[in-house]
């Protein structure tokens, strides 16, 4: 069993800015693919970013390109989401997602099914 664990989400501002974390552990399959999902009110769930080990590719989303950065730091095991320049629509609940032993492909963000592995999510909130 794969445990991720998110943190960083609040609330915040239109225009500023968060940071989340996903805390996962050490696969053990070199490859892995993790990505960032949101789940808004009344929408779909939506890919936001992915990002793989070792880092190779990285996608975003249209709404994500330009504003936020996935990174990740192997030594702690954990992805960020640098998120900037938020908007009222960029609320939802994010949660990480990983794939353990697979590479990351540019639409693997419309299909959440791919990742076997989910964490409980972090709130974020943009008010205007």
């Known amino acids: 069993q794969v445990e991720l664990i998110e943190s960083g989400g609040g609330s915040v501002q239109a225009g500023g800015s968060l940071r989340l974390s996903c805390l996962h552990p050490?696969?053990?399959?070199?490859?892995?693919?993790i990505s960032w999902f949101r789940q808004s009110p009344g929408k779909e769930l939506e890919g936001v970013a992915s990002?793989?080990?070792?880092?190779?590719?990285?996608y975003y989303s249209p709404s994500a390109k330009g504003r936020f950065t996935i990174t990740r730091d192997n030594a702690k095991h954990t992805v960020y989401l640098q998120m900037t320049r938020l908007r009222p629509e960029d609320s939802g609940i994010y949660s990480c997602?990983?794939?353990?032993?697979?590479?990351?492909?540019?639409?693997?963000?419309?299909?959440?099914?791919?990742?076997?592995?989910w964490g409980q999510g972090t709130q974020v909130t943009v008010v205007s």
């Open positions: 997602a990983a794939r353990p032993g697979g590479f990351c492909y540019d639409d693997f963000l419309e299909k959440p099914n791919e990742f076997p592995a």
């Open positions: 050490l696969f053990d399959d070199p490859y892995n693919c």
């Open positions: 990002i793989e080990v070792p880092v190779r590719d990285i």
